[in-house]
T-cell receptor
């Protein structure tokens, strides 16, 4: 079984500052993938970043980076230089990679509000 | 343009009236899934499909059916909708399990 925990229901950050969104996970799969998605108020789900459990380095995509700490089972999303357009709901998710089945398990999300 | 399309985007219906939400992807992906999103619960998987004619239940399959007769299409069927199926529904597809493309969502209200 897989479980994703996002303990911050809401976060505020000032424009141009960096912010970290927390995500911890639990799984019995020996190899797995970790994802972050953004859901703006318009409702669509936007893929942001992916980290494989076997990857040696933390994933980065532009202003997004994933702080992966395997021993702590955490996969926090760091957004640098926040912009007003970053205001959205953010979901952490994971998938086991051993089996062919493609189930993605989501956390309950963190609502980020970027202020002036 | 790579995309996942869903129709309809919005639907209001009454209890018991059968409905189908269509999902189509143009990326030749093998994996397709349906999720529902409810406030405070995140997204939960309803059904998934690993390829044509191969489907399996996710976390919340009760009250739903799916079929995968063609690789590109993965419709979600509600045979007898009930108010507790009022939700935001997403279809998703992926090639290599590393990334999933999501459709724009279907907001369903059952009265």
């Amino acid at each position: 079984a897989q479980k994703i925990t996002q303990t911050q229901p809401g976060m505020f950050v000032q424009e141009k500052e960096a912010v970290t969104l927390d995500c911890t996970y639990d799984t019995s799969d020996p190899s797995y993938g970790l994802f972050w998605y953004k859901q703006p108020s318009s409702g669509e789900m936007i893929f942001l970043i992916y980290q494989g459990s076997y990857d040696q380095q933390n994933a980065t995509e532009g202003r997004y980076s994933l702080n992966f700490q395997k021993a702590r089972k955490s996969a926090n999303l760091v957004i640098s230089a926040s912009q007003l357009g970053d205001s959205a709901m953010y979901f952490c998710a994971m998938r086991g990679l051993e089996r062919a089945a493609s189930k993605l398990t989501f956390g309950t999300g963190t609502r980020l509000q970027v202020t002036l | 343009e790579a995309q996942v399309t869903q129709n309809p985007r919005y639907l209001i219906t009454v209890t018991g009236k059968k409905l189908t939400v269509t999902c189509s992807q143009n990326m030749n992906h093998e994996y397709m899934s349906w999720y529902r999103q409810d406030p405070g619960l995140g997204l939960r998987q309803i059904y998934y499909s690993m390829n044509v004619e191969v489907t399996d239940k996710g976390d919340v399959p009760e009250g739903y059916k799916v079929s995968r007769k063609e690789k590109r299409n993965f419709p979600l069927i509600l045979e007898s909708p009930s108010p507790n199926q009022t939700s935001l529904y997403f279809c998703a597809s992926s090639r290599d399990r590393v990334e999933q493309y999501f459709g724009p969502g279907t907001r369903l209200t059952v009265t």
